[in-house]
């Protein structure tokens, strides 16, 4: 209960999907082991698989001196563990990335283990690349030369392996897209790479819980709003509509759950696997977390919170999501239903995605979430600057639209939701 008003809903599977047509599905080579004393039962197997003899292990620094998270991946990998690099921070500063490449040559690491939230298996990646390759960093990027098109130039160099033991649930733990955050730059540095991805996936039930309760908040935020964007999807290939409803299902179970404090390690496990299915669900399909109506803005968020170091990642989307769904100049009646129904919403005369709107919002709040920019501390004259850095977010915008309707779009969607 929060502020006498119930919480949880109880909700339906709801009804997507449409006439079958042909279809392809590929995937990758990984495994995932989830559970109690994961890291002794299974990571020495893991590293043996990897054919690996050095493994490094890349943390942050509050994970190396708060946890005993890297004692116990020294311990179970014993001669195998050949060092720590802790310095990573929030976004991945460039220079983070950089040192963190440097420590693992000089470990002559084959195998790279990161350890932590998004932001330290994103910077894991950009390790790989740039201990893979051989050219500049900046060459390597995302380009956007003026008047064309962006595009992520081949990489086509053998990686490290990776294995990725998650803190929080984030939709970073088997993606193959980077991003750093470069001050000298005024966007991001983006790469994109297959061959990042893990090769396996620890959900070790101790280390979640080692996630403070607020941090896991924001984690479990982003997660939850990606599902709710992406179960209006009419698809035709049947795997991806598994993958998207039953990452709905545990998403909002759990999510739910945080609005009445119940916070454990297997829901928490739940929500990094409902992010693996929904990364799973794009890799298959379509991608639409930038497109669909009932998603959030993910070039917006990712400004918000690359700007403002105190602003988490499910902050920036908690604040502005129920308004870009108000915002809406049409109603996909067919998509509002789906959504509707898998919230647990009854029908009434108000349009269904302001009756959406609302409850996401209510949620938030009983999650302990903002709402509204002006709770985050952000200034009204900064929406000029966060706006103008949308325009080269690759994830968003590749191309699609000018720069001039990105920002005008991105400054009318904060000035609503402050």
């Not at 910077?123 to 995302?142: H, N, Q, S």
């Not at 803190?167 to 470069?182: C, E, F, I, V, Y």
């Amino acid at each position: 209960m929060a502020d006498g008003k119930m919480c949880y809903r109880s909700t339906k599977i709801p009804k997507t999907g449409g006439n079958r047509v042909n279809f392809r599905a590929s995937g990758h080579s990984w495994r995932l082991y989830c559970g109690t004393n994961v890291l002794e039962g299974s990571l020495k197997e893991v590293a043996a698989r990897a054919g690996a003899k050095r493994a490094f292990v890349i943390c942050s620094p509050s994970i190396n001196a708060r946890t005993d998270t890297v004692r116990r991946i020294e311990k179970a990998l014993g001669p195998t563990f050949a060092g720590v690099f802790d310095q990573i921070e929030k976004d991945c500063p460039y220079p983070n990335v950089c040192a963190a490449r440097d420590a693992a040559r000089a470990a002559k690491a084959d195998l790279l283990i990161a350890v932590g939230g998004g932001s330290v298996l994103v910077a894991t990646r950009a390790v790989a690349i740039f201990l893979g390759e051989d050219r500049d960093p900046f060459e390597l990027m995302t380009q956007y030369p003026a008047d064309k098109p962006a595009y992520s130039p081949r990489l086509a160099a053998p990686k490290l392996p990776i294995v990725n033991i998650p803190t929080t649930p984030t939709s970073a733990m088997n993606r193959a897209g980077t991003g750093l955050k470069n001050a000298d730059l005024d966007h991001r540095m983006e790469y994109f790479d297959p061959k990042t991805r893990p090769q396996a996936i620890l959900l070790d039930y101790e280390v979640l819980m080692t996630t403070p309760s607020s941090s896991h908040r924001s984690t479990a935020t982003t997660v939850f709003s990606s599902v709710v964007g992406a179960i209006t999807a009419a698809e035709s290939n049947p795997l991806v509509e598994g993958d998207r409803l039953q990452a709905f299902r545990l998403a909002f179970r759990a999510y739910s759950g945080l609005a009445e404090n119940r916070d454990d390690a297997a829901s928490r496990a739940d929500l990094c696997i409902a992010a693996f299915l929904q990364n799973r669900a794009e890799d298959d399909g379509s991608r639409l977390g930038a497109s669909s109506s009932f998603g959030g803005d993910y070039a917006v968020s990712t400004a918000l919170h690359v700007q403002f170091p105190h602003v988490g990642q499910g902050e920036s989307i908690s604040t502005i999501h129920a308004t870009k769904i108000r915002l809406s100049q049409e109603e996909d009646a067919a998509a509002a239903q789906v959504v509707a129904e898998a919230l647990g919403l009854g029908r009434g005369n108000r349009p269904t995605r302001l009756v959406i709107a609302d409850e996401l919002e209510r949620l938030y709040r009983c999650v302990g979430m903002p709402v509204r920019l002006s709770e985050m501390n952000i200034p009204r004259s900064a929406i000029p600057l966060i706006a103008g850095q949308t325009v080269k977010n690759f994830n968003a915008n590749a191309g699609v639209r000018s720069d001039a309707e990105r920002i005008a779009a991105a400054q009318q969607l904060l000035e609503a939701a402050y």
